[in-house]
């Protein structure tokens, strides 16, 4: 944050928040607007040829390079390189980032799982693929586990964070941006709204935290892409299942107290690492 922000006035700082929500979501929510119309008419026109996984990966690249700064004069492109945050990062720092991010996610699960038994929550979100050819369907599968954290990475923790980093101490951005991500519209879309909100605030938290520290959001979207493909293979399916509270409850409860606790500890470990990079 720059010692001119502090004497601007409060409401050209809401302003630059919602700029920075703006830019953020439509990043987010655009391209995913396009995979959705694109895998809409490949089933039902050539259900047989899963072109639109193609065309989506077109899609992607010209996206990634366009926020990166590909095809604007030299001033405009590295800014966009600084939003985007596409770094590289040491091998020891990227371990333990992904072990911080991981061992969250598994905590995240127990708090999925413990609250869909607690409230008879069916959290089920994949469409009954069963009568497209196999085919398709897992290169659907694969495509959509890519799409949403390739462009949520870039738009919330790339754009919008750096946007509001730039703003606010390093803890308010970081807050804001996680509340912007836990308001996007979310799978699963039929559930009571304040559990959904408070999940998603915790997983926007993780990563949010991921990029602050690392200045790099390449580590928050491999926790991401292997996170979502757990979810909505292992964790969502599961709980569709799950009615009652039992002695599963307890069970989860533990691995949230007992992954949340290693996530810290590896989150510290990480934050002593990066410090030089926090302080250059």
């Not at 006035?9 to 703006?22: F, K």
């Not at 989860?252 to 992954?259: E, G």
Request: charged share 10%; net charge positive.
């Amino acid at each position: 944050m720059s010692s001119g922000t502090a004497t601007r006035p409060w409401y050209s700082r809401i302003l630059r928040v919602a700029w920075a929500a703006i830019v953020g979501t439509f990043i987010a929510l655009f391209g995913q607007g396009i995979w959705s119309a694109l895998l809409v008419v490949n089933l039902k026109t050539t259900p047989a040829i899963p072109w639109a996984v193609g065309g989506m990966a077109v899609v992607l690249w010209i996206i990634w390079q366009y926020l990166g700064g590909r095809w604007w004069p030299r001033s405009t492109a590295d800014a966009r390189r600084l939003r985007l945050r596409a770094n590289a990062l040491p091998g020891n720092v990227f371990a333990w980032v992904l072990l911080a991010g991981g061992l969250s996610i598994v905590a995240l699960a127990g708090w999925w799982m413990l609250i869909s038994k607690l409230m008879n929550i069916s959290g089920s979100v994949l469409p009954d693929m069963s009568k497209y050819p196999w085919l398709t369907t897992a290169f659907a599968i694969a495509m959509g586990t890519l799409v949403s954290p390739i462009l949520e990475q870039a738009g919330i923790w790339g754009y919008c964070q750096s946007m509001l980093e730039r703003e606010f101490a390093g803890p308010t951005a970081i807050a804001i941006t996680s509340i912007v991500f836990a308001l996007l519209p979310h799978p699963p879309m039929h559930v009571v709204l304040w559990p959904k909100l408070v999940f998603f605030f915790l997983t926007g938290l993780t990563f949010s935290v991921m990029a602050h520290m690392t200045k790099s959001i390449l580590p928050g979207l491999v926790v991401h892409i292997l996170g979502l493909l757990i979810f909505f293979t292992l964790v969502f399916r599961a709980d569709a299942a799950q009615s009652r509270a039992d002695a599963w409850s307890w069970i989860h409860a533990a691995q949230i107290v007992v992954f949340a606790a290693l996530s810290v500890g590896a989150f510290a470990r990480l934050n002593r690492l990066t410090a030089p990079v926090k302080r250059s």
